[in-house]
């Protein structure tokens, strides 16, 4: 990470349907992220939250509202990236659904350097509106960053495709739609299943990864709290049973954070409304202090 951190709020709750994840950047700012980052010596300023549409103040929500709405908050998402990029800092988002990696991912690859994403998910979001059995546009993100989807989104930032299908790496990967499967296996993106994590242990699997992404000047990794295991992260509003550790997951963020090359992070769908007494607030910043270098010893 940089030297100087900016914590960007994105209280984006239009790309599903359980109400709550709109409060998760309050949930992670009162978890003390910003002191935990300054006793790692960052500098951290903390930009607020950006003013993306609110589900209350949309005059009808239909699918046309809600994919105008998730554009725009894009939009603005990906302006705040750029932003970032311009003054030299390192964003750190704090989401809201995971519609908003649409807008910090296509900021990164527009005015960022040479980035590699890994995606930690327990599902693949990789659906189309063709493809998704619920409509719900979180389910579709990394389709859109991959030029699959809704125009409106595809062209968010620059027209077409932002991301190539070699610079991610899916990671916890659990449960997938079938339209899902294969638009990731036509395309050849590298997934890193709970099955493969399980058999070959995190460790080997973030070596995989990061090999896979050996040639990214930056990585962003884009973390939905899913893909941990719903009983060390009960406040996700789509959890699904048999994910990552409260252990693998710290030893994948350490893993990263020894390449030093760990640019920016989008931490995405906590719902405090579901959560335990912010548990799961708390471990999404334990796991960005891991990621912004903390070690055991
Ligand atoms: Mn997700």
Not at 42 to 67: C, F, M, T, W
Not at 69 to 79: D, I, N, R, T
Not at 135 to 163: F, R, T, Y
Not at 203 to 219: E, F, I, P, T, Y
């Amino acid at each position: 990470m940089k030297k100087t951190i900016r914590l960007i709020g994105v209280p984006m709750d239009l790309g599903q349907n359980h109400r709550g994840v709109d409060m998760g950047p309050s949930a992670i700012r009162y978890a003390n992220l910003s002191d935990a980052l300054i006793r790692l010596g960052y500098e951290v300023h903390d930009a607020g939250n950006l003013p993306v549409p609110q589900r209350y103040v949309l005059e009808r929500i239909d699918k046309v509202s809600l994919y105008t709405a998730v554009q725009e908050g894009c939009k603005l998402v990906h302006l705040a990236t750029c932003g970032a990029m311009q003054a030299g800092v390192s964003p750190i988002f704090l989401g809201g659904d995971h519609t908003m990696a649409i807008g910090s991912i296509s900021g990164l690859l527009t005015c960022g350097d040479s980035v590699g994403v890994i995606w930690f998910d327990a599902h693949g979001d990789s659906n189309t509106p063709e493809t998704s059995p619920s409509g719900n546009i979180h389910g579709m993100s990394l389709a859109v960053l991959l030029g699959h989807g809704h125009k409106e989104l595809v062209h968010v930032g620059d027209k077409g495709p932002k991301l190539k299908p070699e610079n991610v790496v899916l990671v916890g990967v659990r449960n997938l739609d079938n339209g899902e499967k294969k638009l990731l296996n036509d395309l050849g993106i590298h997934i890193f299943t709970m099955r493969e994590i399980d058999e070959r242990g995190m460790g080997k699997v973030m070596q995989d990864a990061l090999h896979q992404l050996r040639d990214c000047n930056c990585l962003h990794v884009s973390l939905d709290m899913d893909c941990l295991d719903p009983q060390v992260a009960p406040g996700v509003g789509t959890p699904s049973p048999g994910g990552i550790s409260f252990r693998e997951a710290q030893l994948a963020m350490e893993i990263i954070a020894d390449t030093d090359r760990c640019c920016s992070i989008d931490i995405v769908e906590i719902n405090p409304i579901l959560d335990q007494g912010n548990k799961t607030g708390r471990l999404a910043v334990s796991l960005v202090e891991s990621l912004a270098g903390k070690t055991i010893l």
